[in-house]
Every structure is written in C-alpha cells, then in structure tokens.
C-alpha cells in the first residue's frame, strides 16, 4: 500500500524504554507511545523483542493493529512460520482477514498447507475466498503479487458519484488514486487518475474523460515483466486482468519495488554464487549452508582442472617455470569471462536484450574479447620479456592470456544466452561456474601451446 | 512524476509506419497517431528514427509535447547533449523550462558547462533560477534529485481552501497525492494525504487533521538512504528540508526506483570488476575501454603472484604433480572469498550492517569460513586419496584448501568493512581484486606447506 501514515518519533523509538514499559506491565503507557509509532517502526520493534514481549503485545493490540504491523513488516522465511505460531489462533486468523489480500497471501506463502488450512476455515468467509482465489495464481506471476482492493467505477457514473464511491472504499482500498472504469461485465474499459477527477466538472461523465486505451497486464504475466511496466510508464499502480479483460486486481509501485530489489539481488547472488542472500544470515552454520553446494560442486570442477592438467604432467616437469604463469592465466580469463557473464545477465534480466538480436551481442563480445585480450596478451609479454628476458616464455604466456581472454568472453556471454533460450534455470549460469569453466579452458590452450614449444623452451 | 497517461497503442506502436508518415510528410496524421501514444512509447520512437526524422519531430511537435517525451526518456549519457544540439536553441530552452525541474537538471547534468549556462540566459527567469538552485546541490544527495513542484498549504487553512489551492496547483505539481503543511516562515509543521482530504469535512482546519511528526530527509542526505526511508515506509512521495526546517522540495518514489536500480547494478559492476554497466554497450571498442582498466590491474597483480610463486620453483621444479593442483585451490580460495564479499557489500549497501557490530559479522565469517573450509578439505583429502592413492598430497591439497578458504572467507568481509570505515572508494574492493588477492594467499599456504613436506611427497 502506498502509505498514508507519516508520523514517527525524532529518533525512530527508544527500544529499551518501550519493552520497559511492556515488563513493568505499564500496558496503557505502551500503547500510547506504542501506536503513534509508524507501521514501519512499530514491525521493527516487534520483531526485536523477546517472545515473552511478544505474548503481551498480543494481548493489548487489536487484530486489526496486528495486521498493520504485519503489513510493514520484513522477516525471513521461518519467522513468519515462528512468530504465527505464536499467536493464539483464532487471533492470527483475525488478523490476517484484516490485512491487504496481497500481504496475507504473502504470509501464507511462507507457512505449510495445513497452517493455512486452518486460518482460512476459521476466517471470515469472504477474507478466505479472496486469499484462496489469489493463492491459486502461480509464484511469480501477476496474479500472486496483486490485491483486490482497488477502486471499480461504473462507466456511466458522473463525477459526482465516482467521488461518492471513491470516499466510501477509501478506508478500505490500497490505492485510491488511481479509478478503474469497468462496463457491467466488469470488463476493463478505462482508467482516471484522482487527479483528473478533482479538477474535472462534478456533472462530467466518467466515460468522458477516462483514458480509454488502458495499459494493463494480463493475470499470468511475469512480475519483473509487470515491475518493468510500471517503471517504464511511470505508474502508481497497474490493473491486471483475464484473457476477457475482466478486471481482477490491481498491483501497487511499492510491491514493485519489491520485485525489482528482488531480481536484482537474485542477479547478484548468482554471481556470486551464494544460493540467496536477502538477509545477512544469523549464525555460520546457515551461512555455510547457502555457501557449500557452491563450493563442493566446484571442488569437483577442480578436480577436472586436476585431472586435464595432469594430461601435461610431463611437459610441467621438465619446465617447472611454465607452472608459475598458470594462475595468471585461468585469473584473467576467470575475469574476463564473469565480465562479459555480468553484462550479458543483466541485459536479459532487464529486458534490453528483447530487441536487440542475440547474434549481434555475441559478435560485439567476440569483438571485445578480441580487443580485451590482444591489449593484455602484448601487456604481459612485454612485461615478461622485459623481466625475465625470455621471449619465448613471455610469446607463450602472451598468446595464451589473448586466446583465454578472446574465448572466455565469448563463452561468458554465449552460455547465459544458451541457457536462457533453452529455458533451463539460469542459476546453472552463475559467476563461479562460468570462472571454473574458463579456468578449464585457459590451462587447456597456454599447456597445450607450451607442449607444442617444449622444444624449444 | 507518477504518471497520469494511461493510454497506449495495443501494440506499443508501429515504428515504420509511423516514420513513414514522417518521411511522406503526412505531418496531420503524424501528430494525431503520435500524441495518442504514452510519453514513454513516444520517447522509444524518437530516439530510434534517424536525425532527419527527429528534426521533423521539432518542427511539428510543441516545446511543451517535447519536454513530456525528455522526461519519460533513457538515454546514454552522451546522447543527451548529441540530442540537444539537433534542437534549435530557443526551442531547447523553452523545452527545458518547461520540464519539471528535476527532470531538466537530470538533462542539464549530462551537457557541459557553457551549454547549461546558455540555455539557462535565454530561459524565463523563474524555471532559470528554480534550475540554478538544484544545480548547485552535491550529486548524489536529496537535493540534486528532487523536485519543487509540490503542493504547500498554510497550517491554518480549512479543507475546502486546501481543496481549491490543490485543484490550481494540479497541473504543474509532480504530485497532489500529499500535501505539506507549511507555517509563514515556510517551516514544515505537517502532512496530510489527498485520501484523508477528500473523507474529511469541508470545514475541517488542516492543522487539526494533519499528521504533525513528519518523516522528511535534510537536502544533505545520501540519496540511497532517502531510497530507502520511501522503500521502508511505503510513502509515494518524501519532503526535503533544510536544517532550519524549511520546506525546499519532494522526492516522488519513481525517483526512487531509479536510484535502487542504479545502486544494485552499482554493486553489482563492482563484484564483476566492470566499469560501469547502465546498458548494453553499442560496439566493442566501448566495452574494451569499460573492461580494460581491471584486466590490466589483475594482469599486473598476476604478475605480483607468479613472482611469489617464483620463489618455488625449485619445490615445483621436484614434484611437478603439485602444479596440477593449484587452480583448484587458488579457484576455491577466490569462490569463497567473492561469496564472503557479495554477502558484506550488499549488507553495507542496504544499510543491514548498522545494527550488527561489524566484529559479530567478522566472527560469523571466521564461523563460516572454518566450516566450508573443513567440509571442503575433507572431501578433497578424501577424493584425492580415493583417486591418487596418495595420502599426503590428499592432506596437503585438503589442508591447503582448509587454509584457504577459511582466510579468503575472513579477507573478504574484512576488507569492503575496513575500506568502507576507511571511506576510501569502495570500488576498490571489487571482485577481481578479492579473487586475485586471494589467489595470491592461497598459493602461498599450498606452495608453502608443499614446501614444508617437500622431503616426504
């Protein structure tokens, strides 16, 4: 929801004053200074305190100023599971009916079925009906992340009675900026902003001065595909609707934000290779957990790098000096090919490689892998003729480090276009993968170069 | 500004057969086809059509219908000024004053100086000196990215007064969805939300409905931290101040996105080691100079590490079989250095480190790394003496790595902290410079330990 309560304290709240109050049961004192606290702030201190804080909190807030904190509130996977399962029942379930569809789903997504089951048969019947209708939407979709209070108006209202309908969904309605028009089979006809309606003559009809080509987006629409709809327009929010165009939710800029913060850090995390990293994890023993199927299915990778090299065993005894240059070399390829990885991922995650064909970005990549690695490739042999006096050597590991380069740009931006043709999850693309690989590559081409020298060296 | 143009083509628009209008001089039915479209779509058009078209576009399409397409546009930086000089100078500038300030400062930051400063003489006086304001304002902060076209209410004004100072002010605002509340000394004394105006009672004073303890940023913020306070509080708008309280201007949460976009991909370039990433580069010798600068800083550190490494040559020299391991150790010391980076950057960037000391992190990172290292170590002493039979290479390879990813875990949370208490650029600690130093560090335990054990492999 586009939030509409703007108070907190100067400084966001005194945490120790506050659960002072609470242990030395000054309940009425809690609850002022408590409630003239933002959402935002009251979830923060919720979410800080003991259980035992908890269980008070509980008992001296309504459901319905439960539901706000909810709404704010930011925790991991297992602490929505955790802190539910603290409330007594029929109390979360009051709570939850009271809270946004959209935020209530995304509790729930987070707890098992039969959790869910259970707050939904106690709930009130309509609040069930709207979150299970939105809990069959599949993840990721425009269906699963929109709410179903906005504003509907007739299209053959008047000024005057879409301000009527509008003052009464008011309290209810997530955003009430922007009136969609629908004719009688609630079929999405047009769109107007409150804007336009305040400064519009009471008498007007609607149908109008309504924008009559709306943008909206159909229910099963990807949410970075909805995200970047709303960015790109600028929206508040967006419609969404079914193949009949009925009008069957909206979604909200702030959810959005969401989205976009989201596909971000997912880019990022595989990158990095970390399995997800949305919080900076509490103990080493969850962070391990993320960090190892990384590191373990690259230590098996490594072994293959063992292995081929262990193919030029003989070539690396008789010239110890050539082992010196290999991490050089796997380095700068490692590097380059998680450069040209980076651009081509987020040329896909945002959308700029739609239109540009994906052949042209592979031969402006073979292009600057060729620039890339003729520029080191000279670099280092001057570098290792200037020191070591050897040509050859320098020749060698020059000509390897220009191939790796060339090689490991093209394969950095080539196997995320692959992969993401061949619709395979894209986390088999991530950083540390892309590096092992070139690794591979980089030793394969500088000791079979040196084998074919050895003569010579 | 959260957009108020609904409308668009079902498909965004045909860009042949509107540039063919163009070309044939059908200018009518130009104007009437393009005006249809959002300033988005209208903008995507515009800057693909040859420099021949866009200068039709200037002749047929009014300053004010212009400045709409320059604030929905994207453009590389150097495209911005290329575009202005097409334009007639007068026809610029009116454009320009036109526009709302934020978006014209957004342009004028991209020309050069003596191009600001003429467009800026030949401006009307207002809009000129709006724009002087916000240029003089510290790149990065709330006042180079916000905007003064806000609604300000005096406190003692009635419902109905606000109501018709914001129905004048609608068509120039980037926002009437909040008003701010202003004393005579134009101090912000509060807020209210065009949704509590329009419930309320006409006759209500402002200042008895208002929310008086307003979240608002100093004009001196760090603008990631004003993305972040929108973000945490769902606002669709935030006020600026100065540090006497004074009202100066409003930062709309579209703003915002943009600079959480900017922020990740920020973090994102820096773990990748490219320059900067905003859009697919259009040739290869642009993305050659963007790529360049770290490859040839690693290609010399490279250097650095077959120096070190160097020194054994003569243990190298004896077993050769050692060499074969080194990528594998020196690529799990980098993998698991990056993940520990990843995790410290984004934690400082989303501001989730303020809260934990930095020692705590550092020792879960000690936890971690001793827990992946030991994991990792095992299973390769195992592996190896499975497939070599070789027990003491098994346990020097295993204990190397062991070494090394739990001292590349260690080094890559504590460097971004110390670098980011240091102030020092944090750019500094980008992926490629972790994963090259900890090559360095895991080469030196490996070659060291291999060189202790020397007389026994």
């Not at 707050?119 to 599949?138: G, N, R, V």
């Not at 993840?139 to 504003?151: D, L, N, R």
């Not at 080191?376 to 020059?398: A, M, N, R």
């Amino acid at each position: 929801m586009a939030e509409e309560r703007f108070e907190r304290e100067e400084l966001p709240f005194d945490l120790d004053f506050l659960d002072s109050l609470l242990l030395n049961e000054d309940y009425e004192g809690f609850r002022e200074e408590f409630l003239q606290l933002h959402p935002y702030d009251q979830a923060k201190f919720y979410e800080k305190v003991s259980p035992d804080s908890r269980q008070i909190i509980y008992r001296f807030l309504s459901p319905k100023e439960m539901a706000e904190i909810f709404q704010a509130i930011e925790l991991d996977n297992d602490e929505y599971e955790e802190f539910m399962k603290e409330m007594d029942h029929r109390y979360a379930a009051d709570m939850l009916s009271l809270m946004y569809t959209d935020d209530a789903v995304d509790v729930l997504n987070e707890l098992d079925k039969t959790q869910v089951a259970s707050y939904l048969t106690i709930m009130d019947q309509e609040s069930a009906q709207e979150i299970k209708d939105l809990l069959h939407y599949e993840e990721y979709t425009a269906g699963s992340i929109m709410t179903t209070e906005y504003v509907a108006i007739p299209e053959n209202s008047t000024v005057r009675s879409a301000m009527t309908i509008l003052r009464n969904a008011a309290p209810e309605a997530e955003t009430i900026y922007y009136l969609f028009v629908v004719n009688e089979d609630n079929q999405l006809t047009g769109v107007i902003s409150l804007r336009d309606l305040i400064i519009a003559d009471e008498d007007t009809l609607i149908r109008s001065i309504m924008s009559d080509r709306v943008v909206s987006v159909p229910v099963s629409e990807d949410q970075e595909e909805v995200a970047r709809t709303i960015k790109d327009y600028n929206f508040l929010a967006v419609p969404v609707v079914d193949f009949q165009n009925h009008l069957l939710g909206i979604i909200t800029v702030d959810d959005i934000i969401d989205v976009l913060e989201e596909e971000a850090s997912d880019d990022y995390s595989k990158l990095a290779g970390v399995a997800d990293m949305d919080t900076i994890d509490r103990n080493p023993l969850t962070a391990a957990k993320k960090r190892l199927p990384w590191l373990i299915i690259l230590s098996f990778l490594g072994m293959i790098t063992a292995n081929l090299m262990g193919m030029f065993e003989n070539t690396l005894d008789q010239v110890a000096l050539l082992a010196v240059f290999i991490p050089l070399i796997a380095g700068m390829a490692g590097n380059s090919g998680t450069q040209a990885l980076a651009v081509a991922v987020r040329g896909i995650a945002t959308g700029q490689l739609e239109d540009e064909s994906r052949l042209k970005l592979l031969l402006r990549e073979a292009g600057t892998g060729l620039l890339t690695g003729l520029t080191c490739g000279v670099i280092i042999t001057f570098v290792i003729y200037l020191w070591k006096h050897e040509l050859l050597l320098g020749s060698l590991v020059g000509g390897a480090i220009f191939g790796s380069i060339f090689v490991a740009t093209i394969a950095g931006s080539f196997i995320p276009l692959l992969i993401h043709r061949m619709k395979i999850d894209p986390a088999v693309a991530s950083g540390p993968f892309i590096t092992t690989l070139n690794d591979i590559i980089s030793i394969l081409i500088y000791l079979g170069l040196a084998t074919m020298f050895l003569s010579q060296l």
